[in-house]
Structures are given as C-alpha cells and as structure tokens.
C-alpha cells in the first residue's frame, strides 16, 4: 500500500471554485473577437504560470491584442469576481481532518501572490490550515507546470520528505504532468467538462469525481 505522509494541494479548480471565474472572464473576453473558448484551449493551459498561458490563447486564437493588454484587461475582470471565490465540496473536510491529525499540508498554486490574496481573502478559515502556500511568481520556480518546479519547492519547504511519500492533489492535466515529473503520486479531481475530455486516468494514481469521495486509509492517511 502507498505510505503518504505530506500532502501537497494545487488550488483553482481543486480548492476553491475559481476556474469557474477563469473560465467566465475569458469567455468574455475572447467573444468580442468572435472566438469560443472551448474546453479544448482551457485544458491545454491550465497550470500554466499567467503570462504563458495568455500567451498560448492568443496565439492558437489569432486575436490582435497584446499579451500585457490582455493580462490586465483579465486580472481587473477577475479582482471583481474573486472574492465571491468558495471551498469546492469536501475541500473543509478533507483539510481540517490532515490538519488534526498532524499531516504536513502545503498549497502549490500557480497563481501569482497577489492573485492568490484576492482569491483567498474571504476564505481563511481554509487557507490558515496550510503548513506554507507557494505561488507561481516564487522566484524559486523557473518552470511552470508541466515542469515539476513548484511541487519540488513544496516537498523542499515540508522538509524534503520522500517524494514516494508525498501526494499531489490537482484538477489539470498540466498538473498531474508535473507531479508525475516531481516523482510523486497524484490524486486527479478534474472538472466534469475536463473529464469528459480525458476518459483515462492520464497517469494519475485515482481519479475522482469531488474531493468528497477521497478515502485517506486507501494512502496510508488517518481514516474519517
């Protein structure tokens, strides 16, 4: 049986309900051009660092705006839809549970600090739980996901454990690349339209459906 003894957890899409506003923003976005955002771009980007990721749109889309222009015309819709942000379902249970009974837990986002404080302001009843949160603009991190940079930076600051010990919770496909990159197991809890996309587990040690159906005993983690 696998011996999980650190948790590492990704957080749009996982923990909070942000690729929602992500999705929503971009969508509007992308219409005046007469462009559809279709699941299909979204996947290919998401666990992108920011600038990459808008990178990528507007070059597989053709749109005439600059990547700086895009950014800032993106962050300012996204800064007003943010705190609206929730815990996505089991995400209190499963954190507060690793929390009570001694488990390192850390967050491994790859949004940028200031992008992260916006989301988590009115969730700290969640984010004060975690051991350390580590942003995508770190400078420690060179790489973004697939690349495994942020999650060896996780494992490094909780002590450098064993990476056959440490389990990644991720909802991209990008990310389960990068934990699988990192030599780590990874629990892939994708969103419906993502599933829908990738049948398989994609190397993913389980696939769920919600954070809700997560068993701790199937990892060697203290049972509910």
Sequence with gaps: ??????????MDGLLLDTERIYTEVSTEM???????????LKSQIMGYKEYDAVAFIIKETGINISI???LEERA???NEKFPTAKPLPGVMKLVKHLKENNIPIVVATSSHKYSFE????NNQELFSLFDD???GDDPLIKHGKPSPDIFLLARKRLGNPPLENCLVFEDAVNGIKAALNAGMHVVWVPDPGLAEMYPENNGATEKLDSLESFDPSKYGLPSF
């Design 1 to 10: 049986m696998v011996k999980i003894t650190h948790c590492i957890f990704d």
């Design 30 to 40: 992308l219409s005046r051009y007469n462009i559809t955002y279709t699941w299909k």
């Design 68 to 70: 700086e222009d895009f």
């Design 76 to 78: 300012q819709k996204q």
């Design 118 to 121: 916006v989301k988590s302001k």
């Design 133 to 135: 949160i580590i942003c």
